[in-house]
């Protein structure tokens, strides 16, 4: 466990076996040589979620295991967040409640675009908005992005008002909560030209 984890990080082991073993597969060099870094943020992991994740690298041998992060406070998530930011390194965010078919996190991981995300609903294709759930942040994009889940660019760019996909919370109420962070998301990239590619089919969200 590295010391930059929160407490309550438990790295849940997996086999460490590098990208760089696997160069034919294409990834980019953002994420050449590094261990696929799949996080879960969490209040109570299905356990589905769990299963799949445990069995990761049975299936595709990429994986240095996952870490679980428990969210404690209603901006434990966009707090978890600035941390993966402050790291500066690639990784892929799972939530705790959505379950990826096998093969969709290392597809992800692979693709050779900045921001990779999925829909949970059967042939649901984004407009400007994508969800949090199951989605890649490169290393490029968190390098073109910085501070995006601190409180100061959270004010900022709640000012924005062109992003359809997100109203927010009424005026007194705090926005920057895990509920809000999918549109936080869109609204900052709708602001700054950040497009994200979408991967097909949906991943299941088990709500
Ligand atoms: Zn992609």
């Given at each position: 466990?590295?010391?930059?984890?929160?407490?309550?990080?438990?790295?849940?082991?997996?086999?460490?076996?590098?990208?760089?073993?696997?160069?034919?597969?294409?990834?980019?060099?953002?994420?050449?040589g590094?261990?696929?870094?799949?996080?879960?943020?969490?209040?109570?992991?299905h356990p589905?979620?769990?299963?799949?994740?445990?069995?990761?690298?049975?299936?595709?041998?990429?994986?240095?295991?996952?870490?679980?992060?428990?969210?404690?406070?209603?901006?434990?998530?966009?707090?978890?967040?600035?941390?993966?930011?402050?790291?500066?390194?690639?990784?892929l965010?799972?939530?705790?409640?959505v379950?990826?078919?096998?093969?969709?996190?290392?597809?992800?991981?692979?693709?050779?675009?900045?921001?990779?995300?999925?829909?949970?609903?059967?042939n649901?294709?984004?407009?400007?908005?994508?969800y949090?759930g199951?989605?890649?942040?490169?290393?490029?994009?968190?390098?073109?992005?910085?501070?995006?889940?601190?409180?100061?660019?959270?004010?900022?760019?709640?000012?924005?008002?062109?992003?359809?996909?997100?109203?927010?919370?009424?005026?007194?109420?705090?926005?920057?909560?895990?509920?809000?962070?999918?549109?936080?998301?869109v609204?900052?990239?709708?602001?700054?030209?950040l497009?994200?590619?979408?991967h097909?089919?949906?991943?299941?969200?088990?709500?």
């Amino acid at each position: 466990m590295g010391s930059r984890q929160s407490p309550g990080a438990v790295n849940h082991s997996g086999s460490m076996i590098f990208m760089s073993d696997y160069a034919d597969r294409g990834t980019h060099p953002d994420r050449d040589g590094a261990p696929v870094r799949v996080f879960v943020p969490f209040t109570k992991i299905h356990p589905a979620v769990r299963y799949h994740l445990d069995s990761f690298p049975s299936f595709n041998g990429l994986t240095a295991g996952w870490t679980s992060v428990r969210m404690t406070a209603e901006d434990s998530y966009p707090d978890f967040l600035v941390r993966r930011w402050e790291e500066g390194l690639p990784f892929l965010n799972l939530e705790h409640d959505v379950l990826p078919w096998p093969g969709a996190l290392v597809e992800i991981w692979n693709c050779v675009e900045e921001w990779c995300t999925f829909a949970y609903g059967f042939n649901e294709k984004f407009g400007n908005g994508s969800y949090m759930g199951c989605v890649k942040f490169s290393r490029n994009l968190i390098l073109r992005t910085p501070g995006l889940w601190t409180p100061e660019v959270w004010e900022v760019t709640k000012q924005y008002s062109a992003a359809p996909f997100w109203a927010g919370p009424p005026d007194g109420v705090p926005s920057r909560t895990w509920q809000h962070c999918d549109g936080h998301l869109v609204n900052y990239a709708l602001q700054h030209g950040l497009k994200f590619h979408q991967h097909f089919p949906s991943v299941n969200h088990l709500h």
